[in-house]
């Protein structure tokens, strides 16, 4: 059996869309696509335990091989039998290269077509992160779907050396910037074929590949058609998301998801607003992940389908309502809007976890509307029922 299938169920025939319903299996299970992705970036949803991320519907989890490589490391993972045995959730689960990590977060030193050197904010000690250190630190973790080590370049005209990488930032021309997110997509190509080479368990873990190239239309279906020459279980749409504005992300999606191959699960890494997630699928994108629902969780930020609601603001102050009337989660079960803020200016942990809760919940139950809109190739009642749709 191979380490992944992938069955659509359903193209949406309405002629609105490239969206599509599927169900993805792999050694720890399956899940329906589209898919949202809680991030258990150190192998854990915050604050969550496992059992209560399933309960928001969830059903692959993600987490991220930078930190877990820093903290407790990948081999001692190993040595304790993977990830999924170690926080408990026996559900697929995917994990990220690192590769955005080391380049949004660490104190990068250099960075050569051998790999990246950076500082661990662990303790302060030179790391080398490369394609094939990415790769066995995957292998070591044990997810089930792993990610290609990629150049993961910025999305404005600032730090974008085409050489080796210093801390700082600096502003630099737009020829400048063009000629990084050249560098960038070709060092991505040469490390994806170094990844399938030190790929040791591709029996049981699906390794997707990356396409990069910024908002340049023309570099994403050259490194596109590059990437999907590897005969790959899956492909991923990365380096969006990250400042470039929605306009220029819907833009980037629509151009380059068609250019995937269809019958391969398409992952769209780090996108999370609802908006974005609806006009993604209709492109044709399967997977999503981002830290929203839980980071805003944290900071009392609630999602509902009308928008946002901050709930410290002092007109939840006598508010006897959930966070929103018809949501079926634990938060909105039985806690209201009154008693969260409440939790949240006493600074108690319950007001995360729950609020955190509901957020995850909120984006499992826009996936089953998506699902059920393409499923019966009509997007009106997803329209009517999500006024945060616009």
């Known amino acids: 059996m191979p380490a992944l299938t992938f069955e659509i169920e359903h193209e949406d025939a309405s002629g609105e869309s490239r969206a599509r319903v599927g169900r993805v299996t792999t050694p720890h299970g399956s899940f329906d696509t589209p898919a949202f992705m809680p991030v258990g970036t150190k192998a854990s949803v915050k604050g969550l335990l496992p059992e209560l991320v399933a309960g928001t519907g969830a059903q692959i989890i993600l987490n991220n091989t930078y ?96 050489d080796n990488v210093t801390s700082g930032r600096h502003a630099v021309s737009a020829d400048a910037y063009a000629e990084r997110n050249a560098v960038a997509m070709e060092r991505t190509l040469r490390w994806l074929g170094r990844c399938v080479e030190a790929h040791a ?22 490194c596109a058609k590059a990437v999907t020459a590897h005969d790959l279980p899956g492909y991923a749409i990365g380096g969006v998301a990250v400042g470039e504005g929605p306009e220029q992300m819907m833009r980037v999606v629509d151009h380059t998801a068609p250019l995937l191959p269809r019958d391969k699960p398409r992952y769209l890494m780090g996108v999370g607003y609802e908006r974005d997630i609806v006009g993604a699928v209709r492109a044709g994108i399967d997977m999503f992940d981002c830290v929203l629902p839980t980071r805003n969780g944290r900071n009392a930020n609630a999602f509902t389908r009308t928008g946002q609601i901050r709930l410290k603001n002092a007109r939840f102050a006598e508010d006897p309502e959930p ?31 729950l609020v955190s809760l509901h957020n995850l919940r909120h984006f499992q139950r826009l996936m089953l509307d998506i699902r059920a809109a393409i499923r019966h190739d009509d997007w009106s009642l997803l329209r009517s029922e999500w006024p945060v749709l616009g």
Request: aromatic residues 6%.
């Open 67 to 162: 930190h877990l490589t820093l903290r407790p490391g990948t081999d001692r993972i190993a040595r304790l039998g993977g990830v999924h045995g170690l926080m408990n959730w026996h559900g697929p689960i995917l994990t990220d290269s690192g590769g955005f990590q080391v380049f949004s977060l660490a104190d990068v030193r250099k960075i050569t077509d051998d790999g990246v050197t950076f500082r661990s904010e662990v303790d302060g000690q030179y790391i080398e992160l490369s394609p094939e250190a990415s790769i066995k630190a995957q292998n070591e973790i044990g997810a089930d779907i792993i990610m290609a080590f990629d150049d993961c370049p910025p999305a404005s005209v600032e730090d974008v050396s085409p």
């Open 323 to 353: 966070i929103e009337p018809g949501c079926d989660c634990v938060a909105c079960a039985g806690y209201s809007r009154a008693y969260l803020r409440h939790l949240f200016l006493a600074d108690e942990m319950l007001g995360p976890i």
């Open 201 to 222: 368990r591709p029996d049981d873990q699906a390794l997707f590949g990356i396409v990069q190239g910024g908002v340049d239309l023309e570099m994403r279906a050259a």
